[in-house]
């Protein structure tokens, strides 16, 4: 590509916003060439200088051309996730092997290494700013931990075993996209949808429609399965749509799309890495950049954890059990009738339906009523503004700070589509820094998979829904609300992986608060706000099978940090026995054998979360704690959040996560909060 088309790629442009609306197929390889041509330039010059290295003729170059780099591979991977083409899909894993290998040989160079190393022994290391020093100590952690020093003769090996877990995990979550995409069921007769929501039938109406068919269709996507399983009275159908969900990307679909040999070969490439680093298996070495000092301090948190979580479950177990046998006439309860059952007895127990809530929920009102929690909790404002975007129903709003300051900036994309990775994330689109012009204003990618506007009436989402918009937008103002100025402790950079989850966990709690709800809710008919009586019988529901709810995760948990750590990949036993020993252990709801969950649990072999899927349970502990302080001085109380802001959001990775929350709470975090949270207690 010549130069007149390289200046006018705007996968290059970092003057701004990313140009959406410009970017296609085309400009990637052009963009990720150039720019890792530039970086190997800068690195080479670097790791050659003869000068004593400093913050400003060695570290901020390096930053300087990572921040680029990231920048412009941020807009195709998150484009890759949102809008997936084949164009975008061939051009994303085209370049993702380049990145991997230009980072793996960034984190091997020697004499880069011996640079940092050379810095850190300087005199001028201790008159950096803590946010520097503590950039330099991870940096150094991080050769150690790409092969910096490893032989010689192992580089190669761990080079190529580094590229290839990248596009194994690029493959794994395409497997889950397509086989989650190409299921279709197209149904015909309306007695076959009896009790499913007329929203959603609305939807799958619709849907069929569009692909020129009468009756109703349904898919995998998130808000098309869950009614069904929910609501619909037909069990054959509910069965047909969770054996489709739950046999994803596994030897019951087309071969192509099957993940099995894929999780093996993930395994053991992760293992054979982390032996050449030194460590007895990946899960500790996972834990190198990790709150959690051990996999067995990690084992014993979920054991003690699952010791006071199981009771508890098996209490709501039998309950459900009894109920579907005696009003159901479900004798032999099956994975297809858990939430079919649950939801039935919680509209008998609490006298309200999730349906019934959801009327109170339109996407404005949401949004409103999560923005205002924010204007008042941390004395920002929020407004929606103008940017391109890569789909329509793409928005871009701003916070500026109480003297109008621009302190941040998001992208929201909420609806589910298809060539839409299922699920809901924050990613980073530019990361604050201080920069010669200035300080870089920090935006965000907020993205869901909620239930579109159906007809004229506007999106309705589930109290479930409304949490999950707080967890990621928790995220998002932990990468918005940093004060940081050094790259790479600015936001969620820096921070351990058990800790991440703090600000989205924390900020799910909200969602339970009267003052808070009442304002954010807006019957989509009526116009009615939510009653008083309605929120009380919410609120005597909170608490509705968390025993169960809890050991799935800590079931999900354990079976990640043992696939890691003690397991042999290269056994007799698989990932598949693997499970069924641990739910042994902690499970009470048991699915049936031909379930495929490691096929598709994407979090820790596509996502980032290999031996850290513990964090979520983890995190949830310093959130619930965190929170209590609120609770204590009132909610809303704007002091709490200023400090909550100060001691947690703002210091990114700067610091220890540990040190943030003792410096926010006082102490030291108490897992008794996250019990009574969770109506655990006794």
């Given at each position: 590509?010549?130069?007149?088309?390289?200046?006018?790629?705007?996968?290059?442009?970092?003057?701004?916003?990313?140009?959406?609306?410009?970017?296609?197929?085309?400009?990637?390889?052009?963009?990720?060439?150039?720019?890792?041509?530039?970086?190997?330039?800068?690195?080479?010059?670097?790791?050659?200088?003869?000068?004593?290295?400093?913050?400003?003729?060695?570290?901020?170059?390096?930053?300087?051309?990572?921040?680029?780099?990231?920048?412009?591979?941020?807009?195709?991977?998150?484009?890759?996730?949102?809008?997936?083409?084949?164009?975008?899909?061939?051009?994303?894993?085209?370049?993702?092997?380049?990145?991997?290998?230009?980072?793996?040989?960034?984190?091997?160079?020697?004499?880069?290494?011996?640079?940092?190393?050379?810095?850190?022994?300087?005199?001028?290391?201790?008159?950096?700013?803590?946010?520097?020093?503590?950039?330099?100590?991870?940096?150094?952690?991080?050769?150690?931990?790409?092969?910096?020093?490893?032989?010689?003769?192992?580089?190669?090996?761990?080079?190529?075993?580094?590229?290839?877990?990248?596009?194994?995990?690029?493959?794994?979550?395409?497997?889950?996209?397509?086989?989650?995409?190409?299921?279709?069921?197209?149904?015909?007769?309306?007695?076959?949808?009896?009790?499913?929501?007329?929203?959603?039938?609305?939807?799958?109406?619709?849907?069929?429609?569009?692909?020129?068919?009468?009756?109703?269709?349904?898919?995998?996507?998130?808000?098309?399965?869950?009614?069904?399983?929910?609501?619909?009275?037909?069990?054959?159908?509910?069965?047909?749509?969770?054996?489709?969900?739950?046999?994803?990307?596994?030897?019951?679909?087309?071969?192509?799309?099957?993940?099995?040999?894929?999780?093996?070969?993930?395994?053991?490439?992760?293992?054979?890495?982390?032996?050449?680093?030194?460590?007895?298996?990946?899960?500790?070495?996972?834990?190198?950049?990790?709150?959690?000092?051990?996999?067995?301090?990690?084992?014993?948190?979920?054991?003690?954890?699952?010791?006071?979580?199981?009771?508890?479950?098996?209490?709501?177990?039998?309950?459900?059990?009894?109920?579907?046998?005696?009003?159901?006439?479900?004798?032999?309860?099956?994975?297809?009738?858990?939430?079919?059952?649950?939801?039935?007895?919680?509209?008998?127990?609490?006298?309200?339906?999730?349906?019934?809530?959801?009327?109170?929920?339109?996407?404005?009102?949401?949004?409103?009523?999560?923005?205002?929690?924010?204007?008042?909790?941390?004395?920002?404002?929020?407004?929606?503004?103008?940017?391109?975007?890569?789909?329509?129903?793409?928005?871009?709003?701003?916070?500026?700070?109480?003297?109008?300051?621009?302190?941040?900036?998001?992208?929201?994309?909420?609806?589910?589509?298809?060539?839409?990775?299922?699920?809901?994330?924050?990613?980073?689109?530019?990361?604050?820094?201080?920069?010669?012009?200035?300080?870089?204003?920090?935006?965000?990618?907020?993205?869901?998979?909620?239930?579109?506007?159906?007809?004229?009436?506007?999106?309705?989402?589930?109290?479930?829904?409304?949490?999950?918009?707080?967890?990621?937008?928790?995220?998002?103002?932990?990468?918005?609300?940093?004060?940081?100025?050094?790259?790479?402790?600015?936001?969620?950079?820096?921070?351990?992986?058990?800790?991440?989850?703090?600000?989205?966990?924390?900020?799910?709690?909200?969602?339970?608060?009267?003052?808070?709800?009442?304002?954010?809710?807006?019957?989509?008919?009526?116009?009615?706000?939510?009653?008083?009586?309605?929120?009380?019988?919410?609120?005597?529901?909170?608490?509705?099978?968390?025993?169960?709810?809890?050991?799935?995760?800590?079931e999900f948990s354990l079976f990640d940090m043992r696939l890691h750590g003690d397991f042999d990949p290269n056994g007799s036993k698989t990932s598949l026995d693997l499970i069924e020993e641990v739910r042994d252990e902690v499970a009470v709801v048991r699915p049936p054998k031909w379930n495929r969950f490691p096929n598709n649990?994407?979090?820790?072999?596509?996502?980032?979360?290999?031996?850290?899927?513990?964090?979520?349970?983890?995190?949830?502990?310093?959130?619930?704690?965190?929170?209590?302080?609120?609770?204590?001085?009132?909610?809303?109380?704007?002091?709490?959040?200023?400090?909550?802001?100060?001691?947690?959001?703002?210091?990114?990775?700067?610091?220890?996560?540990?040190?943030?929350?003792?410096?926010?709470?006082?102490?030291?975090?108490?897992?008794?909060?996250?019990?009574?949270?969770?109506?655990?207690?006794?």
């Open positions: 590509m010549n130069d007149k088309a390289l200046q006018d790629n705007p996968l290059l442009d970092f003057s701004g916003l990313p140009r959406f609306d410009e970017v296609k197929a085309a400009h990637v390889t052009p963009a990720i060439d150039r720019l890792l041509d530039q970086g190997r330039a800068i690195l080479e010059q670097l790791a050659s200088a003869t000068e004593t290295p400093t913050w400003e003729n060695f570290v901020r170059p390096m930053e300087d051309m990572e921040e680029q780099i990231s920048r412009a591979w941020s807009q195709v991977s998150h484009m890759n996730a949102v809008v997936n083409s084949p164009e975008l899909r061939e051009a994303y894993n085209d370049n993702l092997p380049k990145l991997t290998a230009f980072y793996a040989d960034l984190s091997q160079d020697e004499r880069l290494y011996a640079r940092f190393r050379a810095l850190r022994e300087s005199a001028g290391y201790t008159s950096l700013s803590p946010a520097q020093r503590k950039i330099v100590d991870n940096e150094l952690r991080d050769f150690r931990l790409g092969g910096a020093e490893l032989p010689e003769a192992q580089k190669a090996r761990f080079k190529a075993i580094q590229e290839e877990l990248s596009t194994l995990s690029a493959k794994f979550e395409e497997n889950l996209l397509d086989t989650t995409n190409d299921f279709s069921l197209y149904i015909d007769q309306a007695d076959t949808l009896r009790g499913i929501p007329q929203d959603a039938l609305q939807a799958a109406q619709d849907a069929a429609r569009e692909d020129g068919k009468t009756g109703w269709k349904f898919t995998l996507h998130f808000p098309s399965y869950m009614p069904v399983l929910q609501y619909a009275d037909d069990r054959a159908l509910r069965e047909q749509l969770y054996r489709a969900y739950a046999t994803r990307a596994s030897e019951f679909g087309k071969p192509e799309w099957d993940n099995t040999a894929l999780i093996s070969s993930i395994l053991k490439l992760r293992h054979e890495a982390a032996v050449m680093l030194g460590y007895r298996n990946y899960a500790e070495e996972s834990l190198a950049t990790k709150m959690a000092e051990s996999p067995a301090q990690v084992e014993e948190f979920l054991q003690t954890l699952a010791k006071r979580a199981k009771p508890f479950a098996e209490r709501d177990m039998q309950e459900l059990r009894e109920y579907a046998a005696s009003k159901l006439g479900l004798t032999d309860l099956q994975a297809w009738d858990i939430a079919y059952a649950s939801e039935k007895l919680r509209e008998e127990k609490y006298a309200f339906s999730d349906q019934e809530v959801k009327q109170y929920f339109p996407e404005e009102q949401v949004l409103h009523g999560l923005f205002k929690v924010t204007e008042t909790i941390f004395g920002v404002h929020v407004r929606k503004s103008k940017a391109p975007v890569w789909h329509d129903n793409a928005e871009f709003y701003e916070i500026t700070d109480h003297q109008g300051k621009l302190v941040g900036q998001f992208y929201l994309d909420l609806y589910a589509r298809n060539n839409k990775r299922g699920g809901a994330w924050m990613d980073e689109a530019i990361t604050r820094r201080k920069k010669s012009h200035g300080v870089e204003t920090p935006v965000a990618f907020l993205t869901c998979n909620f239930s579109a506007p159906v007809g004229d009436k506007p999106a309705l989402f589930t109290h479930d829904e409304v949490i999950t918009m707080f967890h990621e937008f928790g995220h998002g103002l932990h990468h918005m609300l940093t004060q940081v100025d050094d790259y790479g402790v600015s936001g969620i950079k820096g921070v351990e992986w058990d800790a991440v989850e703090l600000p989205s966990q924390f900020m799910e709690n909200f969602c339970w608060e009267w003052d808070v709800l009442r304002h954010m809710t807006k019957h989509v008919e009526t116009g009615a706000q939510l009653p008083r009586e309605l929120f009380d019988k919410m609120i005597a529901a909170k608490n509705f099978q968390a025993g169960m709810q809890t050991v799935r995760q800590i649990f994407s979090h820790i072999f596509a996502g980032g979360y290999g031996a850290g899927y513990y964090s979520y349970k983890w995190a949830e502990v310093l959130s619930a704690d965190a929170y209590s302080l609120f609770e204590e001085n009132g909610v809303l109380s704007e002091e709490t959040g200023r400090r909550f802001w100060n001691e947690i959001l703002a210091q990114g990775g700067s610091r220890p996560a540990l040190e943030s929350f003792i410096a926010f709470r006082g102490r030291a975090p108490d897992i008794d909060a996250l019990l009574r949270h969770n109506g655990m207690t006794t």
